[in-house]
């Protein structure tokens, strides 16, 4: 049995770690002997090179190149993956026989890279390619990003990833407005090494005073950018020269052949190894006795037995044992992907960040960031985006727009929106905390994207400048949702311990709809029903709201949006104090309910429609409101002279007009139970 | 001495594993799509090591064209009860018999492509919402653009023109309902570092990737190995050699190459002097330029 052999391998890889093991321990790491039989002829055993491996000597550069096709960026990489032999026979010949087809006179490098069908048509390169290649030294990862309209999201896409940037500039033009923005982008995405390659030497007579002349422009303007490290080397990408070879036909020229430069360059120079985070992704707990945090470190390092403290709970433990299928490890780095026991039996949960207790990062909702747009729908500041970050996903809008910036002159725009590929600097506000570092400091913690609700699709990248801390950006916004005073501190009792004790789950039931449809009855039976059964509930009612709190507003779509707004920060607040809180409220607008919904986590807020025809409730008046209205007592009356937009998603319909309302109440107690907030019984 | 220095298997092998766990941690149903070849055996290993010392959460699923080696099938079976995982088997024998696709004929009849409409509705009916795959960018021109985690649609089509950007690690594994995703946590490998990988992490593997003596023949430039699935045409003559294949997948359009590496080591050495692609012993991929990526957009693997 599995079970029984992995036992003794357990005991035999750690005694710290000493655990049993569910699934069978992976071939490298198992016991002598516990591979050794060979079960049928089908089978090939092979004995893993566990000292000296040979194959642990090389080290990995992941770089971006862009330009357009003229720049003969594909001939480059085409001319890279050629001699470094890279390149197969077959594929060699298929590109011989398409050079040829095509009426070419030399040989088409440039063919060995555009990928989709679409591209050999058109003959331009549509999508970020990721292209291989290796030296004895290295492998190389190339993020090949194209240089046309789609520039800006490609590059950045392909930048992400990237510790180098290749950035092509053609002698005969010197430096034009794409090799800037490939510049700027690269050093927006935190790239330490930039190596201008200035391409088709051969087109120039191999002129030193060309190659000077556009490395003295490009230099004076990456003064204005935050680049570490900029190289210039003339080539000949078509050629061959200084690519691999070093080239005879530049005498002038001393430095490294691009190749070399790009074998000899060091690499995770700009890792980030002091702040420890450690973002959880996966909780593994095969049996009672074993509960292990699974995820990668996101910067820095960290030991067995170091004191840590758990986000967002605030929770203080010891690291008890860094697992791997190999045994313990003594210190785990960035970029490990390893599992973590804590000496405590705490709750850890994906999305939570296990970081050292003297080095925290920025806990917080609001924050400043430069954002790409990456969709095709332009940035709508009313839409609750889902904002990832590290593993964790929220609910986020853009509260503020500084300034759009143009990536061909640097210079600041004032704008109201971002469309596709525009860069801007805006303020994002979270539904919850996020757990943030600068993202020049890290780039892990430091970064985050934007997705669509509706459409699912990435819709922004952003990079963390840091917290919103300027009066200018706190108070300057008609809706400062924090005062500059107050030091979020954090609840005390973290919601989770609140609801372990109350046997359910926190979550906001709104219930949305005319005036007269029946929200408030159904609410009250309701919450009859939730206090009956033991739980810990609040009921949020309009018009008492209006009657104190918000005393002072009237009915203008304005004052109906603060009005809401209240409302859903004091739902949040009993939110988190772990209760069911039941809200009525007309809230006749989608983009107001909205963003009460920002304000959870996801999957607790639910949104019930209670839905009635207007002739009803207008039957029911059961407060008289619908008769004044109609005397002109009361402007503004929603569904009579104001608009109502019903949830274009609710969780939940109740047609009072055919429902009564003891069948509504069961419904919304099986809403409650199949969201996961109600033990169901 | 503690180095902080990681070679490019170990960031390979970590980013891999931090790919299957966001599948489990993101998805309801994953599969994790076993083809019997060396990549989805790396695959095995990485998920056994990514969820130690739990058992890693989802059934390999097989998509069976019923022309296989035998050693390939034996092999499948036992690495699954030595994993101790749950195998899922899907024929597509199944597909024909049902008529859901009808059975290519003449001398180059493959069941390659017919695989196609056996994985989707495999994937329909078991409600699978991630299907994790171990192809590689290095191996074909179409797949330099697939993402890690590549959306498709109700229909199981790929969008190339259409993908979501995909930055830094953050996989965005958002979808509705009846959609999927296909994950490929080997994105970043070559075939070299498949080779060093098992090399390093002593990976078992089916004997046919080792050189041993079999029947073949020539065929396009490539040798065929004799089975009952493949009907020879005039002149060609099997006779036995030493050969070894590169890839494992059905019988009928795998290629073997004349080869006298019999260990991983040897084979490593070879590959490094190798001047074919990998795919390049694959008959279906050289029907024309793009057939990868017209196989791609219709939902193959």
Not at chain 1, 282 to 307: C, L, N, W
Not at chain 1, 464 to 481: D, K, L, M, N, Q
Not at chain 2, 147 to 166: L, M
Request: aromatic content about 8%.
């Amino acid at each position: 049995m599995a079970a029984v052999r992995v036992s003794e391998a357990g005991k035999r890889a750690g005694g710290a770690a000493g655990a049993l093991a569910e699934g069978a321990r992976p071939q490298a790491a198992a016991a002598e002997g516990e591979w050794a039989e060979a079960p049928t002829d089908a089978v090939r055993l092979v004995a893993p090179s566990r000292t000296n491996d040979p194959y642990r000597e090389m080290d990995l550069l992941r770089l971006s190149t862009a330009g357009s096709v003229d720049d003969g960026k594909s001939t480059l990489i085409g001319r890279l993956l050629y001699d470094t032999k890279s390149i197969f026979q077959d594929q060699l010949e298929a590109i011989e026989g398409a050079s040829r087809r095509r009426g070419d006179d030399h040989l088409n490098l440039a063919l060995l890279t555009d990928g989709l069908r679409a591209e050999r048509e058109q003959n331009i390169t549509i999508d970020v390619a990721y292209r291989y290649f290796a030296t004895p030294k290295r492998k190389f990862i190339i993020a090949d990003t194209p240089g046309h309209v789609q520039y800006t999201r490609n590059m950045v896409t392909g930048a992400s990833t990237a510790e180098l940037a290749i950035v092509l500039v053609d002698a005969r033009k010197g430096v034009l407005t794409q090799s800037k923005r490939h510049g700027f982008i690269s050093s927006l995405l935190g790239i330490p090494h930039i190596v201008v390659a200035v391409n088709k030497m051969d087109l120039v007579d191999y002129s030193e005073a060309v190659f000077e002349r556009i490395a003295a422009d490009y230099r004076e303007f990456a003064e204005k950018l935050d680049v570490k490290d900029l190289v210039f080397i003339p080539i000949s990408a078509l050629k061959g020269d200084n690519v691999v070879e070093r080239s005879a036909r530049m005498p002038w020229y001393s430095g490294s052949t691009l190749l070399h430069y790009l074998e000899t360059v060091s690499v995770g120079a700009e890792r980030n190894l002091v702040d420890f985070r450690f973002p959880v992704q996966y909780v593994i707990r095969p049996h009672q006795d074993f509960r292990g945090f699974a995820g990668r470190v996101a910067s820095g390092t960290v030991m067995a037995g170091e004191e840590v403290v758990v986000l967002p709970s605030g929770q203080r433990s010891r690291i008890r044992a860094i697992e791997t299928p190999a045994g313990p490890l003594a210190e785990a780095v960035e970029g490990d992907s390893v599992v973590i026991r804590l000496e405590d039996e705490l709750d850890v949960s994906r999305g939570d960040m296990i970081v050292r207790t003297m080095n925290l990062p920025t806990v917080g909702t609001r924050f400043e960031a430069i954002v790409c747009w990456l969709g095709v729908a332009p940035l709508d500041p009313s839409v609750s985006y889902v904002l990832q970050h590290t593993t964790r996903a929220v609910r986020a809008f853009v509260s503020r727009l500084h300034y759009r910036i143009n990536v061909d002159t640097l210079h600041r725009e004032p704008a109201t929106t971002l469309g596709l590929n525009e860069i801007g600097r805006v303020e994002v506000t979270t539904s919850l905390p996020i757990f943030h570092d600068p993202f020049q400091q890290n780039r892990a913690t430091g970064s985050f994207i934007l997705v669509d609700p509706f459409t699912n699709v990435t819709v922004a990248a952003g990079m963390i400048r840091g917290e919103v801390r300027t009066a200018e950006s706190v108070f300057g916004a008609a809706e400062a949702t924090t005062s500059p005073d107050v030091v979020w501190e954090g609840w005390n009792i973290a919601r989770e311990r609140r609801e372990a004790r109350n046997g359910h789950k926190a979550g906001v039931l709104w219930l949305t709809g005319l005036s007269g449809a029946g929200k408030s009855t159904i609410a009250r039976r309701l919450e009859e029903r939730l206090f009956e059964a033991g739980c810990q509930t609040v009921l949020l009612d309009g018009d008492q709201l209006r009657h104190g709190l918000c005393g002072d507003l009237g009915f203008s779509a304005e004052d109906r949006r603060e009005n809401i707004r209240r409302a859903g920060e004091v739902a949040r607040l009993f939110f988190e104090q772990g209760a069911l809180v039941v809200c009525t409220f007309v809230s006749p607008f989608r983009e107001d309910r909205e963003r009460v919904r920002a304000l959870l986590p996801e999957g607790r807020f639910l949104e019930v429609y209670v839905s009635c025809a207007l002739e009803e409730c207008r039957r029911r008046d059961p407060k008289g409101l619908y008769a004044r209205a109609a005397r002109g007592e009361i402007p503004n009356f929603t569904g009579l002279d104001s608009p109502y937009e019903p949830p274009e998603n609710p969780a939940l319909v109740l047609e009072t007009d055919r429902v009564s309302v003891e069948a509504a109440v069961t419904a919304i107690l099986r809403l409650l139970e199949a969201a996961g907030l109600l033990r169901a019984r | 001495m503690i180095t902080y220095r990681k070679s490019h298997l170990e960031q390979l092998e970590s980013e891999a594993i931090y790919v299957l766990r966001e599948v489990a941690a993101q998805f309801e149903r994953p599969v994790l799509l076993f083809s019997g070849g060396k990549d989805s055996i790396s695959l095995v290993h990485l998920a056994q090591k990514a969820f130690w010392p739990g058992k890693f959460p989802f059934p390999l699923l097989h998509i069976d064209t019923g022309h296989n080696f035998p050693e390939a099938i034996q092999f499948r079976d036992w690495l699954a009860r030595r994993v101790g995982c749950e195998l899922i088997v899907r024929y597509v024998q199944d597909s024909i018999d049902r008529g859901r696709v009808v059975e290519e004929t003449g001398a180059f009849a493959s069941r390659n492509t017919l695989q196609t409409v056996t994985l989707l509705d495999a994937l329909q009916e078991l409600k699978v919402d991630a299907a994790i795959g171990g192809a590689r960018r290095d191996e074909e021109k179409a797949r330099a653009k697939e993402r890690f985690f590549s959306h498709r649609d109700a229909f199981g089509q790929w969008d190339p023109k259409n993908q979501r950007p995909e930055l830094w690690n953050l996989f965005n594994g958002r979808k509705n309902v009846g959609e999927h995703f296909r994950v490929f946590p080997l994105s970043n490998w070559t075939e070299m570092d498949v080779w060093q990988y098992i090399a390093s992490e002593g990976i078992a593997l089916p004997s046919l990737y080792f050189a041993h003596r079999r029947r073949v023949f020539r065929r396009g430039g490539m040798l065929m190995a004799e089975t009952p699935f493949v009907t020879l045409l005039p002149g060609e003559t099997p006779e036995e050699r030493m050969v070894r294949f590169r890839t494992v997948g059905d019988a009928t359009c795998t290629g073997a190459i004349e080869s006298e590496a019999t260990t991983v080591e040897e084979i490593i050495q070879e590959t490094a002097a190798l001047r074919i692609t990998e795919r390049g012993g694959r008959i279906d991929d050289q029907r024309s330029d793009a057939a990868m990526e017209d196989r791609k957009r219709q939902g193959y693997f």
